[in-house]
């Protein structure tokens, strides 16, 4: 069976303060790994995609590594602001065919950024 | 582009009750996708389509929930009858394209509460 899983559950850093997050997944053929931010009351929103062939993308402060050999993702925060405070959520897509429902989401990790 | 819209942002009502959740997608997106997040369970797929056509609605979790599409900018997750159970937010999202592999855009959700 597929799982995607995230660690911590729940992470509380300082303003200014740096972290990262872990997605470990067991979903195979891989196709893409992805990372959603979800504020509280909204939407997730996309912060990257990555395939197979890449091992680090970055957006603003944001920067996703994968590992395909070993299954693993990190989403890594620099100078965290008090905006950074949110639910990121991995998402992890089954390779080669085009269903939607072999997208596996991950139960997320609830970040909260103190002053 | 307003992005996904959706509509009610809140909706409470008692145990029984008929109750529509309505979806307008970003305009030129062909597929369309219905979620529902609760905390116990994170982010669950009940249904999506492809340009207008219900592809997948195994995660549609009883006979209660019925989703149509009449025409590409608008869809609703109809729950008939409602019960207690029923209570998450539900989202809506969008993607350009058909299948699970391209980004999806989601909306704003509606949080459901069934006494």
């Known amino acids: 069976k597929n799982q995607v899983e995230q660690s911590p559950q729940s992470l509380i850093i300082l303003e200014g303060k740096n972290c990262t997050l872990q997605c470990n997944y067991t979903v195979s053929p891989f196709s893409n790994l992805r990372w959603y931010k979800q504020d509280t009351g909204r939407g997730p929103v996309s912060l990257t995609i990555?395939?197979?062939?890449?091992n680090t993308k970055s957006n603003g402060r944001y920067t996703a590594t994968l590992d395909a050999d070993t299954k693993q993702s990190s989403l890594h925060i620099t100078a965290s602001q008090l905006s950074d405070s949110a639910s990121y959520i991995c998402?992890?897509?089954?390779?080669?065919?085009?269903?939607?429902?072999?997208?596996?989401f991950g139960s997320g990790t609830q970040l909260t950024v103190l002053p | 582009d307003a992005g996904v819209i959706q509509s009610p942002r809140h909706e409470v009502t008692e145990m029984g009750q008929e109750v529509t959740l309505r979806c307008k997608p970003i305009s030129g997106h062909n597929s369309l996708f219905w979620y529902r997040q609760t905390m116990m369970r994170g982010l669950e797929l009940l249904i999506y389509?492809?340009?207008?056509?219900?592809?997948?609605d195994s995660g549609m979790p009883e006979d209660r929930f019925s989703a149509k599409m009449p025409n590409a900018s608008f869809s609703t997750l109809k729950i008939q009858p409602s019960e207690p159970r029923d209570s998450a937010v539900y989202f809506c999202a969008s993607s350009p394209l058909a299948g699970g592999r391209n980004e999806q855009f989601f909306g704003p959700g509606t949080r459901l509460t069934v006494l």
């Open positions: 998402v992890v897509s089954e390779g080669a065919g085009g269903s939607a429902r072999q997208l596996t």
């Open positions: 990555m395939t197979f062939s890449e």
């Open positions: 389509f492809n340009n207008n056509v219900p592809i997948d």
